[in-house]
């Protein structure tokens, strides 16, 4: 199973961008996805998750302006963001967690996308 982000880059304060993540492979069932970001010197923290039911969470930090969301027939998650903040300036990684037709759980992560958020 492959994932392959794309939509990020460089933005002014205030702006917009939307992510994508499109996994390709061997793939019985997708369950859960999300995205994760790394700043710089910091660890990778949890931005939001959308589990297959549909529930959502977000960091508290990005609630409000960030909305996750999938279309399963494309196996492909997204990630709106608006309000863009310098704080917000990080590569972003997608997870998926794919259930095999056997039953087994694995996760997998993408290479990340850098979104720069400038002031």
């Known amino acids: 199973v492959q994932l392959v982000e794309s939509g990020g880059g460089l933005v002014q304060a205030g702006g917009s961008l939307t992510l994508s993540c499109v996994a390709s492979?061997?793939?019985?069932?997708?369950?859960?996805m999300g995205w994760s970001r790394q700043a710089p010197g910091k660890q990778r923290e949890l931005v939001a998750g959308l589990a297959s039911a549909g529930g959502t969470n977000y960091a508290d930090s990005v609630k409000g302006r960030f909305t996750i969301s999938r279309d399963n027939a494309e196996n492909t998650v997204y990630l709106q963001m608006n309000n863009l903040k310098p704080e917000d300036t990080a590569v972003y990684y997608c997870?998926?967690?794919?259930?095999?037709?056997?039953?087994?759980?694995?996760?997998?992560w993408g290479r990340g996308t850098q979104v720069t958020v400038s002031s």
């Open positions: 492979g061997t793939i019985f069932r997708i369950n859960a």
């Open positions: 997870n998926v967690e794919v259930v095999s037709r056997a039953g087994l759980r694995v996760n997998y």
